[in-house]
């Protein structure tokens, strides 16, 4: 990860523009029964890590609801390649382990101990998560969303993703294409919350990920079925620009960072 991302710094920092970001995705690939276990324990370690070192901008976490993709995926988004390759979670973490004590208290002390004992077995914990993980590293410009006014995100709401390859290598032509066929009429129709799409930047992964909100998966069905919201005359532009296969998921949002702390999904939760 560190030669990724040392690369997408030398390639990149000078030609990123201010409306543009840089999407750190992480996908996780844990047993179903540990998703609630790694969801606290993940907010745990940002709520620890998240200092005045940090280059996060934003980050949101979703959870596998359909598909044969990962248990989890997580969105972190920076103002540049050199923020991505400057940030150090890890530092951060260390920091926290060795100012346990608080002052007054000798280091040595058996609650300074039990306080980093605790910091250790999280983040044992958190290394073994990322035993088994991917990354990749997107581009998205904030110019390719379009959403409805004053949306509540802090919800349970369904998170679909679309991934695809493209026939002529002009990605931004393929997500134009899917957001007015899709995104938009869906938006101004009401059924969905909002949507865009990010680029290919570093990594393993897709062209171009479209992703869309729904309030729930009832407004997702009614969408794609009984009350078919797509605009069809832009689906052959779209078609036209995919490669091969494609991969589609579904998720649901479980939390996300508000103000540098991580706020579990729900309004009744933190």
Not at 109 to 127: C, D, H, I, M, T
Not at 187 to 207: A, C, I, N, P
Request: negative net charge.
């Amino acid at each position: 990860m560190k030669t990724v991302k040392f690369i997408l710094a030398f390639l990149f920092c000078a030609s990123l523009t201010a409306q543009e970001e840089i999407w750190d995705v992480t996908y996780f690939d844990l047993p179903a029964d540990k998703i609630g276990e790694f969801v606290q324990d993940h907010k745990n370690f940002m709520n620890i890590t998240m200092n005045e070192d940090r280059k996060v901008i934003s980050q949101w976490v979703y959870r596998h609801w359909y598909g044969s993709g990962p248990t989890v995926v997580v969105y972190t988004s920076f103002a540049s390649a050199e923020d991505a390759v400057n940030d150090d979670p890890w530092g951060a973490f260390r920091q926290a382990w060795q100012s346990a004590a608080p002052d007054g208290w000798n280091a040595n002390s058996s609650k300074s101990n039990e306080r980093q004992k605790r910091l250790e077995a999280l983040g044992q914990r958190y290394a073994g998560y990322l035993a088994d993980h991917t990354d990749e590293i997107r581009s998205y410009n904030t110019e390719n969303f379009a959403g409805k006014p004053d949306v509540d995100w802090d919800t349970n709401f369904v998170f679909v993703v679309g991934n695809y390859n493209t026939k002529s290598a002009n990605w931004n032509k393929l997500g134009q294409a899917f957001m007015n066929w899709q995104t938009k009429p869906g938006v101004e129709k009401g059924l969905q919350l909002g949507g865009g799409y990010s680029v290919h930047f570093s990594g393993s992964g897709y062209d171009v990920q479209v992703f869309q909100g729904f309030a729930n998966i009832r407004d997702f069905a009614k969408a794609i079925s009984s009350e078919n919201v797509a605009d069809s005359q832009y689906a052959p532009d779209f078609w036209a620009e995919v490669a091969g296969d494609h991969e589609d998921q579904i998720y649901l949002h479980v939390g996300h960072l508000v103000d540098g702390k991580f706020n579990l999904a729900g309004p009744d939760k933190e």
